[in-house]
């Protein structure tokens, strides 16, 4: 495929990619993706891997279900050992071939868990009013913890 600068174009069910269905809340949907093979000037060989998603997350703050869109766009060289991946160009990550073979929907997988929030949060489920502080607001007031520290420095003599 790499020789040949083969691409492919499809889409996948949420529901055929077992690991990205057991992470989200629903597996409702599909993963649109687009993959091009091909060697670089400097002989690495890669796999450019495009995928976009809407993807049901359960909400940490409500614990509601709602469609969170993922995008993922990447470039991995394809390498045999895991030795080889100092010698990757620079923009590549590294993807590990199994005995020099290569399955396109793991690889689709992988970089979507990858992208997936570690604390998903509905948009706009924030209480009215009230907006998140900023650690440099937090630290700006009399109650941070080196408040009283501050106020003795300037008291000394």
């Not at 020789?3 to 409702?28: K, Q």
């Not at 998140?132 to 408040?147: I, K, S």
Request: hydrophobic content about 40%; charged content about 30%; aromatic content about 6%.
């Amino acid at each position: 495929m790499v020789a040949a600068r083969r691409e492919f174009h499809g889409v996948l069910p949420v529901a055929a990619l077992p690991r990205l269905r057991d992470a989200v809340a629903d597996a409702g949907g599909e993963v649109e993706y687009a993959l091009e093979f091909g060697r670089d000037p400097l002989g690495t060989d890669y796999l450019a891997l495009h995928a976009r998603a809407r993807l049901g997350l359960q909400c940490q703050r409500t614990l509601e279900v709602f469609e969170h869109p993922v995008e993922v766009d990447v470039r991995l060289g394809l390498i045999e050992h895991e030795r080889d991946e100092a010698g990757l160009s620079p923009g590549y990550e590294p993807l590990l071939l199994d005995n020099g073979v290569l399955e396109p929907a793991r690889a689709i997988e992988d970089e979507l868990l990858l992208a997936l929030p570690p604390f998903p949060v509905k948009p706009g489920s924030e209480p009215a009013g009230q907006e998140r502080e900023t650690p440099q607001a937090v630290c700006r007031g009399e109650d941070h913890p080196f408040a009283a520290l501050e106020k003795w420095k300037r008291d000394r003599p």
